[in-house]
Structure formats: structure tokens, C-alpha cells
Nanobody, 128 residues
Framework: VQLQASGGGLVQAGGSPRLSCAGSGFLMDYYTIGWFRQAPGKEREGVLCIGKSGVAIYYTDSVKDRFTVSRDSAKNTMYLQMNSLKPEDTAVYYC??????????????????????WGQGTLVTVSS
């Protein structure tokens, strides 16, 4: 299981970049996929998660009305669309994957330990 996050960079406040998380060695449609972020000097925090059914759970209230997640099964890729970015969104963004059997969706809270496979992260810097 390998994940490759991309799409980060320097963005002006109010910008709308899209991050990609490409999976290899597994089919993302059958995994729970989480997006996390880690701001400078802070702990990694969960942003949102999407389960096999496609239902997303948001872990960070501040992004609920601004970030959306989608997937392209043909490309085995997840996307994190970020809108109306703020300087406080500056962080390294990570995608992570975890297999669960059955109809399991997402954990109710975001714990790093709940996800066994991680991408390398992509830095998003939001300038004011």
C-alpha cells in the first residue's frame, strides 16, 4: 500500500487548490481514506475521512464548509478540494489509508494510529 500526495504549494488567502492522493498497490475504493494536516509546531490533526461507501466525516469544524473530498476510481486517486483558504490552513497535508472489512466507514474521531499507511505529505502555505 503506497500513497502519493501532491498539489501543495504557495497559495494566496482565498485560493482554492486541489490536493491529490494517488494510491498504488491497493484499490482505494475498498479502503478508508483520511486526510490529516500538521501545522508548524503543532500535532497532526485529522481533517476528514471518507469511507468505502463514499460518506465523508469531517474532523475539523473550520473546514466543513470549505473543503470537499472526491475520488476517481479509474485513476485510483482521492482529491481534497480546498476553497477559501486562510493562513491558518498552512500545514503539511497527508493522506492515509486503512483497510476495514465489511461496511466500516470512518472512525468517529481522527487518530493517527487508526491509519496504517501514509503518504509523504504535501506542504500548503497560505499567504495573507
Amino acid at each position: 500500500v503506497q500513497l502519493q500526495a501532491s498539489g501543495g504549494g504557495l497559495v494566496q488567502a482565498g485560493g482554492s487548490p486541489r490536493l491529490s492522493c494517488a494510491g498504488s498497490g491497493f484499490l482505494m475504493d475498498y479502503y478508508t481514506i483520511g486526510w490529516f494536516r500538521q501545522a508548524p509546531g503543532k500535532e497532526r490533526e485529522g481533517v476528514l475521512c471518507i469511507g468505502k461507501s463514499g460518506v465523508a466525516i469531517y474532523y475539523t469544524d473550520s473546514v466543513k464548509d470549505r473543503f470537499t473530498v472526491s475520488r476517481d476510481s479509474a485513476k485510483n486517486t482521492m482529491y481534497l478540494q480546498m476553497n477559501s483558504l486562510k493562513p491558518e490552513d498552512t500545514a503539511v497535508y497527508y493522506c492515509a489509508a486503512q483497510y476495514h472489512s465489511g461496511d466500516y466507514g470512518c472512525p468517529p474521531k481522527a487518530y493517527v494510529a487508526d491509519f496504517g499507511s501514509w503518504g509523504q505529505g504535501t506542504l500548503v502555505t497560505v499567504s495573507s
